[in-house]
């Protein structure tokens, strides 16, 4: 056993089997289980996932090897040959850490926060659930376990988001995300497809290997098949035109929204395309389609977020927003950049999410549970005062959203910025007006956020306030843990700029893009990542980091300002009201969207759906296969059940009768 | 030997004339041991002894005291049919309250006798021409000599390899049975093992059954009592 | 003179008079004895061919050849005991049910 223990194959294994462990633990007995031993078991068990990963990632995979598990055969039929075999190497390994990391912190906060809900173990199960597949998604050698997690964590995200299914919003967003979802999931599974038409395989080494010997690669096909991906990359991290499941999924716990829809589950996509770089770089189309797409999620998301009422809301539209900047990074080839911000993302924004978990915490209190004023930004206020450690952790965290310089949001935005102001052609340029246009945004809509909750005069129920109080320490702990993380996770890539060289994170992922780097720079593409960097290149990184400093503080003080004070609170109201009336109700109804989607498809599916429905379910269906064949069995049954009497003489004349026939056959033969 | 192969086959079809003629069911019994005893002529007649004894022990001895343990517990006779069938008849038997067995209102030959005697004629007709059509060779027997050689299959150490034994004697047919079918013996007594287990499940009482038929005793007790004050009253 | 046919020959009459029996009546335990009838004349064709075999010097070699048949007969005798012993058995369980042995009452299974 000791010597299995020491067997990064066998490790390996167990970093996804704990959370499964768990999860099946807390779904047979949790029902019959005491509360504390329920989340002990959840917990105990995603930590110990950590730990593994931990030691795995700090002896192996930081000095640059690569961990695979054991192999399983898992399907072989013809020339399709799956194995099942788990892959740790620097990229996967890094979200494997964050996975872990990030759900362990969870986790623990969750202890607090779920404390109350009868279905307690119910949530930990799931959540368990989720993070077993979250580490299939990542981990998998092949885009078939891939898809294994994928499909996995869609799954948990659409249990988890309709936890409180007694109340019909909350299964219905549950519902609508599943369903945006699987058309995704379709699109990712034909680009599967003609990947394994292609290529043969599946396996990303096998793919690898197969790019590199490919001569002339077909370039249409391979674009398609990425566009396909990439497809269910916008399904999985809300991208337009599949972006709307994920503000509706803010109707799961607060947990659940930090931990799949902000930190892990959401970034999937931008996994996915990273994984294949050596696969996309042939596919300059879809790099393309995939910048613009981004640049466009991030700006429309970015200004929707500006007007939203609910907490939560505004941070689901900054993680819409923010993916929107790591697909931006993607599209334009400079991959590990957009690891970068997925990195910083998740501890920021997980931050984000469990500091307004806090706050409506304490605010169901007194407002009870599923209140919409507990999240309500417009009903709350001066919260710093009784909640600090909460005020000052997600202040941390909208500092390194909004990009404040020096914390971790800035070096990864502005990293994704400078690619585009370097690329210095018209899909540069356009993509970094929207880049830089979404992160005015994003600096306003964070410090409105912490001046509406935090500062100025209490708005909502007088109770409330008098109640409110700063969470538990199970809740408070994770929450000064991901702060430290959200404000040191940028220094792990300094800027050229900075003249220090201090690029670990850069280091550690770069032979994952080796490959894909090579090609380009032997074709000499502009999506090649620079190697050096020239003065001209110091000097213009200069600038940008300057204007997105001035930029973030400017309209992160300017924010501030006007929310954090009853006056500016007041001037703005009147704004919409009167001269900015049209456009703020277009941003508030998020452009909208839902109802077009259900004009131009929800309404003729339906229309086309109650046809079908008479033609071929009631009339064709019903009535001819079900009732007819019915109809057939009883009328011939009717017939033929009169062979049986039940009386036993009439059986014995039959058999007789047979013997005495079989007699004549025999005789007729002689 | 004819003769008394012919004695033993008349006695032999005029008990089994009995059995399917005899509407008391104890003497339809009696036509079948005497059919019985009948058989184990032929069989002694056709030199085989220890069949012939077999046929006695097993079925003029166990299986027809079967019959007769059976028909005593479990005859439906109403008891002017004779009184023997009715001796140990069950004292909760109430034969008013069995239904009337149509077959007995009917003449002899009934519709489905007529049918049963007309398919069993055919069925007679049928074997008569098989065997009338028999090869020439079965037309005799043949000698049998007094004592045959057999070669033992698994004899014993110092023993010798063969042994002279009589036809249809118990010797002989011990080495059939143990020398040549020993699996078919073992499987008919697993066999029969398994049918004494199913008789002794299928007769047994369950413990619910046994107690639902006392109270039912109890209750009619009861109100065998009430109904005898309501008449002093 | 003594012959296998004529030997046969009794046996289909006691086969044929077993089988009317079985089928003209009414009573599970009078078509039981009737069964047993039939059972009874295969056993004298059994025990018949032996003869004739022995008759013709088959019990040569092993003497099976002969004495198998007398050896089914016996087999047939321990399954004939087996059967009437399961199906007295079932008899006296019908009979308790229904305080009668007669096969026409016998047909829930029809529905």
Redesign the interface.
């Given at each position: 056993m000791r010597e299995l223990l020491q067997k990064p194959e066998f490790l390996l294994l167990l970093v996804p089997l704990m959370p499964l462990i768990g999860f099946l633990i807390n779904g047979f007995f949790g029902r019959r289980m005491a509360l504390a031993s329920s989340g002990a078991v959840a917990c105990g068990s995603i930590v110990l996932s950590f730990v593994i990963a931990t030691s795995l990632f700090v002896s192996l995979i930081s000095q640059g090897q690569t961990v695979q598990s054991y192999s399983f055969n898992w399907m072989h039929v013809g020339a399709l040959d799956i194995h099942f075999r788990l892959l740790a190497d620097p990229l996967s390994g890094l979200l494997m850490m964050v996975v872990t990391g990030v759900g362990s912190l969870i986790h623990i906060y969750s202890v607090g926060y779920m404390g109350h809900d009868k279905a307690y173990w119910r949530f930990f199960a799931y959540l368990n659930l989720f993070c077993f597949a979250m580490l299939m998604l990542v981990l998998g050698d092949s885009l078939v376990l891939m898809f294994l997690g994928w499909e996995g964590v869609g799954l948990c995200s659409y249990l988890l988001i309709g936890f409180w299914y007694t109340h019909k919003p909350n299964s219905d967003a549950g519902k609508k995300a599943f369903v945006v979802n699987r058309v995704g999931d379709f699109g990712f599974m034909l680009g599967m497809f003609l990947l394994f038409w292609y290529f043969g395989s599946l396996n990303y080494g096998e793919l690898a290997a197969g790019m590199r010997e490919v001569v002339q690669p077909d370039s249409t096909l391979l674009n398609a098949a990425c566009l396909c991906l990439f497809v269910g990359a916008c399904g999985k991290s809300a991208q337009i035109p599949l972006y709307v499941w994920l503000p509706d999924a803010m109707a799961g716990p607060t947990p659940v929204s930090a931990l799949i829809h902000a930190a892990t589950m959401v970034t999937a996509g931008i996994y996915m395309i990273a994984r294949l770089n050596f696969i996309w770089v042939h596919a300059e189309t879809a790099l393309t389609v995939v910048a613009l797409v981004g640049a466009l999620t991030a700006f429309f998301a970015g200004t929707i977020g500006l007007v939203q009422r609910d907490i939560k809301k505004v941070l689901a539209y900054s993680t819409v927003s923010q993916l929107g900047f790591m697909f931006i990074a993607l599209g334009l080839g400079n991959f590990p950049v957009a690891i970068f911000h997925l990195f910083t993302h998740a501890f920021f924004k997980a931050l984000l999410f469990l500091g307004s978990g806090s706050v409506i915490h304490s605010l169901e209190h007194t407002l009870g549970h599923g209140n919409p004023d507990s999240q309500d930004l417009f009903k709350m206020g001066g919260l710093k005062h009784k909640m600090p450690l909460t005020f000052a952790t997600m202040f941390v965290g909208a500092c390194g959203l909004a990009g404040i310089p020096l914390f971790s949001g800035f070096f990864s935005k502005d990293a994704i910025l400078y690619a585009a102001f370097e690329r210095q052609d018209a899909l540069g340029l356009v993509v970094y007006a929207l880049g830089l246009a979404a992160a005015v945004c994003t600096a306003f809509y964070s410090f409105r956020l912490i001046g509406l909750a935090f500062f100025g005069k209490w708005r909502g129920l007088e109770a409330a306030y008098a109640h409110a109080d700063e969470s538990p320490r199970s809740m408070g702990l994770p929450l000064f843990l991901l702060a430290i993380a959200a404000f040191g996770a940028g220094y792990l890539w300094l800027p050229a700029a900075f003249g220090v060289h201090f690029t670990p994170f850069a280091d550690l992922l770069a032979p994952v893009w080796q490959q894909g780097q090579a090609f380009l720079r032997a074709a000499q593409s502009p999506l090649a990542m620079p190697v050096e960097h020239s003065h001209e290149a110091i000097v213009r990184e200069w600038v940008n980091m300057l204007v997105s400093s001035v930029v973030a503080v400017g309209v992160s003080i300017f924010a501030f300002t006007i929310y954090s004070k009853p006056a500016g609170l007041e001037r703005a109201r009147k704004l919409v009201e009167g001269a900015m009336g049209a456009p703020y109700r277009l941003l508030l109804n998020k452009y909208y969207v839902d109802e077009i989607y259900d004009i131009a498809i929800v309404r003729p599916i339906q229309l086309l759906s109650d046809v079908f429905f008479v033609i071929f379910d009631v009339i064709f269906i019903d009535l001819m296969l079900v009732n007819g064949s019915g109809l057939l069995v009883d009328l011939s049954s009717k017939v033929a059940r009169r062979v049986q009497t039940g009386v036993v003489r009439h059986y014995l004349f039959a058999f007789v009768v047979g013997a005495a026939l079989l007699l004549v056959m025999f005789l007729a033969a002689l | 030997m004819e003769v008394f192969f012919l004695l033993s086959s008349m006695v032999a079809v005029a008990g089994a004339v009995l059995v399917v003629t005899q509407r008391v069911a104890i003497y339809a019994l009696l036509g079948l041991l005497v059919s019985f005893f009948g058989t184990a002529g032929i069989f002694y007649a056709l030199d085989a002894t220890f069949v012939a004894v077999s046929q006695i022990l097993v079925y003029a001895g166990a299986l027809a005291v079967l019959f007769l343990f059976v028909l005593m517990f479990a005859s439906d006779d109403p008891p002017e049919a004779g009184p023997l069938v009715t001796v140990g008849a069950r004292k909760d038997f109430d034969p008013a309250a069995v239904k009337p067995v149509e077959a007995r209102a009917r003449p002899r030959l009934s519709m489905p006798s007529f049918g049963a005697a007309l398919l069993s004629l055919a069925v007679l007709a049928l074997m008569y021409f098989a065997i009338y059509k028999l090869p020439p060779r079965f037309g005799e027997f043949g000698g049998v000599a007094p004592q045959t050689q057999v070669h033992k299959t698994n004899p014993r150490p110092g023993e010798p390899l063969t042994e002279m034994v009589e036809f249809g004697s118990a010797r002989g047919v011990g080495y059939a049975i143990f020398d040549d079918f020993p699996l078919a013996f073992e499987v008919v007594s697993l066999l029969i093992f398994a049918a004494i287990l199913g008789a002794v499940l299928l007769t047994r009482r369950s413990a619910a059954q046994s107690r639902a038929e006392q109270e039912a005793a109890a209750r009619e007790g009861e109100a065998g009592a009430e109904g005898a004050g309501g008449s002093h009253a | 003179?003594?012959?296998?046919?004529i030997?046969?020959?009794?046996c289909?009459?006691?086969?044929?008079?077993?089988?009317?029996?079985?089928?003209?009546?009414?009573?599970l335990?009078?078509m039981?004895?009737?069964l047993?009838?039939m059972l009874?004349s295969a056993?004298?064709a059994l025990?018949?061919f032996?003869?004739?075999w022995?008759?013709?010097?088959l019990?040569?070699?092993?003497?099976?050849g002969?004495?198998?048949g007398?050896?089914f007969?016996?087999?047939v005798?321990?399954?004939?005991?087996?059967?009437?012993?399961?199906g007295?058995?079932?008899?006296?369980?019908l009979?308790?049910k229904r305080?009668?042995?007669?096969?026409?009452?016998?047909?829930?299974?029809?529905?």
């Open positions: - | - | 003179m003594l012959n296998p046919q030997v046969l020959f009794l289909a009459t006691l086969f044929c008079i077993g089988l009317y029996g079985v089928l003209s009546r009414n009573n335990i009078l039981l004895m009737s047993e009838l009874n056993n004298i025990v018949a032996s003869r004739y022995a008759g013709k010097g019990d040569a070699g092993s003497f099976s002969a004495h198998s007398q050896f007969a016996l087999m005798m321990a399954v004939a005991a087996a059967e009437v012993g399961v007295l058995a079932i008899i006296v369980a009979f308790r305080h009668n042995s007669d096969v026409r009452a016998a047909s829930e299974l029809k529905h």
